[in-house]
């Protein structure tokens, strides 16, 4: 994605808010449409009985892992927010039994941690305390402290904007051990701007309507290449 601008220019970010996201089908037809010299010779077949709104679970098909830290819907339906910690030094939970749902790090307080976030008061999650030990990836073999999270309402759990949230609070509460991998995040993000707002100490409202205009922008350009209602 980052190899063409324009498209990241339209993006901003990511990940793209649900209500923004693309099909694989429809996302091959605006890439060939619009950023390749030589087209591709693209057809496209559709779905027969999806709707854009539908989760996976309401599909009737079984689920199939299509990575080994992507074991369920449930890591699916945080991992847009939570990849956003593979930029920084907290664990997003690879090396345990639920990737990208637990994260933290050996300097952390769970109980702590998940007082603050859920003091917060997020829309559809609820955070629990948890110590885990990966035993691979990040902090492999040392035992860390942390939180889990469950969504309480996955139509009003917004997985980017909590990850943001999490960033910003572990961040203020941890500022001698919380680090940036500076390079990484911006990758995950195709942006820095989200993270220097987070340096900053910008309200995350504010750094969200920063990139509410590329969506926006990015809404009306995929709409010719949207196979789904």
Same mark, same amino acid.
């Given at each position: 994605m980052?190899e063409? @601008? ?5 993006i901003?970010l ?9 099909? $694989?089908?429809?996302l ?7 950023f390749?010299?030589?087209k591709?010779?693209?057809t496209?077949v559709? %779905?027969?009985g999806w709707?854009?709104g539908m989760?996976?679970d309401e599909t009737?098909? @079984?689920w199939?892992?299509?990575?080994p +830290?992507?074991?369920t819907?449930d890591t699916?339906t $945080?991992?847009?927010?939570q $990849?956003? *910690?593979?930029?920084t +030094? $907290?664990?997003?939970g690879?090396g345990?039994?639920?990737?990208f749902?637990?994260?933290?790090? @050996?300097?952390i307080?769970?109980y702590e941690l998940a007082?603050e ?5 997020l829309? /559809?999650v609820?955070?629990r305390?948890t110590?885990?030990t @990966?035993?691979f990836?990040?902090?492999? /073999?040392?035992?860390?402290g ?8 996955? +139509?009003?759990?917004?997985p980017f ?6 960033v910003k609070?572990?961040?203020? %509460?941890?500022?001698d051990k919380?680090q940036f991998h500076?390079?990484y995040f911006d990758?995950? %993000?195709?942006?820095?701007?989200v993270?220097?707002?987070l340096e900053? /100490? ?5 750094i969200v309507r /920063? !990139?509410?205009?590329n969506?926006r922008?990015?809404?009306?350009v995929?709409k010719p !290449? *949207?196979? !789904?209602e």
């Amino acid at each position: 994605m980052l190899e063409y @601008p324009e498209f990241s220019s339209f993006i901003g970010l990511y990940p793209i808010p649900e209500r923004h996201g693309m099909t $694989v089908g429809e996302l091959a037809l605006m890439i060939n449409e619009r950023f390749h010299e030589k087209k591709a010779d693209l057809t496209v077949v559709p %779905m027969q009985g999806w709707r854009r709104g539908m989760w996976f679970d309401e599909t009737g098909l @079984p689920w199939v892992i299509p990575s080994p +830290n992507m074991p369920t819907l449930d890591t699916a339906t $945080v991992y847009p927010g939570q $990849v956003c *910690l593979e930029g920084t +030094n $907290v664990s997003e939970g690879r090396g345990t039994t639920r990737p990208f749902e637990i994260f933290g790090a @050996p300097w952390i307080d769970g109980y702590e941690l998940a007082r603050e976030l859920n003091e917060l008061g997020l829309p /559809g999650v609820y955070f629990r305390e948890t110590w885990f030990t @990966p035993s691979f990836s990040k902090f492999s /073999g040392e035992p860390c402290g942390g939180a889990q999270v469950h969504v309480t309402d996955r +139509n009003s759990y917004r997985p980017f904007e909590t990850a943001l949230r999490v960033v910003k609070t572990i961040r203020e %509460m941890y500022p001698d051990k919380f680090q940036f991998h500076a390079d990484y995040f911006d990758k995950v %993000m195709g942006t820095a701007t989200v993270r220097d707002g987070l340096e900053k /100490g910008l309200e995350i409202t504010e750094i969200v309507r /920063g !990139y509410e205009p590329n969506l926006r922008t990015f809404a009306e350009v995929r709409k010719p !290449y *949207l196979l !789904y209602e």
